[in-house]
């Protein structure tokens, strides 16, 4: 039998999830062809999924004319069938859940992008989906923003399994990493179990490329182009090791404490003249999580190279840092201002879901009175 390519990642410690759902994916059953076939070991979720999905079909029409008749407002009815479709992909991830002993098989769902800058509303909602959600391989996505840090620990500590997202930056990475043992060490005072506890955190990398490579271009450093976003994730890859193995973890991990792993986020090519699987095929690595898109996996599928290559050219990832640095390029700056970006990005998808709910409730009121 031919060897899937993408089921072949897996081989060197890294799951991939799939960035996309929709309930057509799940009604076709290619979710579960993907799972079985291509080795799909779970699905992320966020504002701009959920809205392609709602405004590209009629597949949830009925729901929203249901709980508009009801009494329902538009956010109300857009978690209820968010909530609908999560709890159906982590029943077909069940199966992966419990072979991975509670290490994969995880479905997220994100608090309103809306919360993004409020931490109170952030633990209050992200609560209220677990609870709502009600299934052991969900991960509740929550912005590593400076808001959503103490939400995160918050979380951690009530036993919440949380995936960090929009996270862009190495010193707001550490941060992250700190609120979530910081959460552990919490929970492990109040003397309650840490050992159902996953996390991830999802470090954004195309993107970091698209903001920085036309600077490179005006300062003539195009041997640095496509590189920033690479060197970010090996130079986090390796922040992640010194913590994970550090004695402070160490204590935590006597009472079967998780390590929270690194996620790759946006991994498909924005710049057409890089490879369309450039950030799957060099950051493959033990004990990390890469999010896919649907066409992304297609093409590596297709003729992706499935070998360890996060740890290789190490030198090279930092040098490269450093050459940004010295040319006026600040990482720190950039990457503030991709986290505000992507806060507007989600807050416009959320706004364009809420509206195509509004819109349908509408058309079928118009109808009733013609």
């Known amino acids: ?37 291509d080795g799909i070991r779970g699905v992320t979720s966020n504002p701009s999924i959920f809205e392609k999905a709602i405004t590209g079909s009629n597949d949830y029409q009925d729901d929203i004319l249901k709980h508009a008749a009801e009494g329902k407002n538009n956010e109300a009815i857009f978690y209820i069938m968010a909530i609908k479709d999560i709890q159906r992909a982590a029943d077909l991830f069940k199966p992966t859940f419990d072979e991975s002993n509670g290490v994969d098989g995880f479905v997220s769902l994100e608090v309103s992008p809306l919360l993004a800058r409020d931490t109170d509303g952030t633990i209050k909602q992200a609560m209220e989906l677990w609870q709502l959600v009600d299934r052991k391989n ?31 930056g190495l010193p707001r990475y ?6 979530y043992l910081m959460g552990l060490e919490d929970r492990v005072k109040m003397n309650k179990p840490i050992d159902n506890i996953q996390s991830v955190a999802s470090f954004f990398l195309s993107r970091i490329d698209v903001m920085i490579d036309p600077l490179l271009k005006v300062q003539s450093l195009t041997e ?15 922040i992640y ?25 946006s991994t498909s090519s924005k710049d057409p003249s890089f490879s369309d699987v450039k950030y799957i095929e060099t950051l493959i690595g033990n004990e990390t999580v890469n999010t896919v898109p649907l066409e992304t996996i297609d093409a590596f599928r297709d003729h992706g190279l499935a070998a360890s290559t996060l740890e290789q050219h190490l030198d090279r990832a930092a040098d490269v ?3 940004l640095k010295k040319h006026g390029i600040e990482l720190n700056e950039i990457t503030q201002k991709l986290e505000n970006e992507g806060i507007e990005k989600f807050n416009k998808a959320y706004d364009q879901v809420l509206t195509a709910i509004d819109n349908q409730r509408k058309i079928k009121h118009s109808q009733q009175n013609e």
């Not at 899937?4 to 057509?24: A, C, E």
């Not at 550490?174 to 609120?179: G, L, N, P, R």
């Open 1 to 37: 039998m031919e060897k899937n390519n993408v089921k072949q990642i897996h081989n060197f410690g890294q799951s991939i999830w799939l960035d996309f759902i929709d309930r057509q994916i799940m009604n076709s059953g290619k979710l579960k062809k993907m799972i079985d076939e």
């Open 241 to 265: 090791k010194k913590i994970f193995n550090s004695e402070r973890f160490e204590d935590i991990a006597k009472k079967e404490a998780h390590r929270q792993r690194l996620l790759w986020a």
């Open 224 to 238: 640095l182009k496509g590189e920033g976003a690479i060197a970010s994730a090996r130079e986090a890859y390796q």
């Open 138 to 168: 969900i991960m509740i996505k929550i912005p590593g923003t400076v808001e959503g840090l103490p939400a995160i620990r918050k979380c951690i500590s009530e036993g919440v399994n949380i995936n960090v997202t929009l996270l862009f």
């Open 174 to 179: 550490k941060e992250v990493v700190e609120a």
């Open 321 to 323: 840092l450093v050459q």
